[in-house]
């Protein structure tokens, strides 16, 4: 079954500071791989996706991310961070259902404070 | 954004009682899902649809039930609640799998006394 671990719960930045959150996957066969943003009381947002092709993918908001087979990750980066991207980001591993669409499977999260 | 509706968005509900949460969406997706959100867990899903009355389980679904007779509309029924279903619930439509993205509801802020 695959898996997501996001090893850092909580993380503090200054602002204007880069960023990196980690991602790694457990999954048998090459993985969708999808970056989440969720704002308090708000839903989840899309920041970027992988699916194939080239290793580095752009995202909204400034963000990209990195895959890398070979250490099952798919970290995400930031060069400069703004106060505005204070929120909790999850990582998730999609999977095709039989019936088709996706599964989802969500890391637990990694909270994101930016010190002004 | 998505058009994607969730309702209630919030709800207190005492232990034993039915509950039925609602997902409505304008983007005639054929893909729908139920999530939920607990710490320390991130999502889980507990059902999805692929059409019209077409639905499975998902990792989550004991407890759950589900139904969708319309493209737009997609129903989550908690049968009897317990303390252990008090969560947030998200909905959630793709167009189709692999490298279709997941867009997502508000969510329903679900509280079981």
């Known amino acids: 079954a695959q898996s997501v671990t996001q090893p850092d719960i909580h993380i503090t930045v200054s602002e204007g500071a880069s960023l990196e959150l980690r991602c790694n996957y457990s999954?048998?066969?090459?993985?969708?791989l999808f970056w989440y943003v969720q704002s308090p009381g708000q839903g989840l947002q899309l920041l970027l996706k992988?699916?194939?092709?080239?290793?580095l993918v752009q995202g909204i908001k400034g963000f990209e991310a990195e895959f890398k087979r070979s250490q099952s990750s798919f970290n995400l980066r930031k060069p400069s961070v703004h106060w505005s991207d204070a929120a909790e980001y999850f990582c998730?591993?999609?999977?095709?259902?039989?019936?088709?669409?996706?599964?989802?499977?969500f890391g637990t999260g990694t909270q994101l404070k930016v010190e002004l | 954004d998505a058009g994607i509706t969730q309702s209630p968005r919030h709800k207190v509900t005492e232990t034993g009682t039915p509950v039925t949460l609602r997902c409505h969406q304008t983007?005639?997706?054929?893909?729908m899902y139920w999530y939920r959100q607990d710490p320390g867990h991130g999502l889980r899903l507990i059902h999805y649809?692929?059409?019209?009355?077409?639905?499975d389980k998902g990792e989550v679904s004991d407890g759950y039930s589900v139904s969708r007779s319309k493209t737009e509309d997609f129903l989550l029924t908690l049968e009897s609640a317990t303390s252990s279903q008090t969560s947030v619930y998200f909905c959630?439509?793709?167009?189709?799998?692999?490298?279709?993205?997941?867009?997502f509801g508000p969510g329903t802020r679900l509280t079981v006394t």
């Open positions: 998730a591993v999609g999977v095709k259902l039989t019936g088709g669409g996706n599964k989802l499977t």
């Open positions: 649809s692929y059409g019209v009355k077409d639905t």
């Open positions: 959630a439509i793709s167009e189709g799998g692999g490298t279709y993205e997941q867009y």
């Open positions: 992988y699916f194939s092709g080239d290793t």
């Open positions: 999954y048998g066969a090459t993985p969708y």
């Open positions: 983007e005639n997706h054929r893909y």
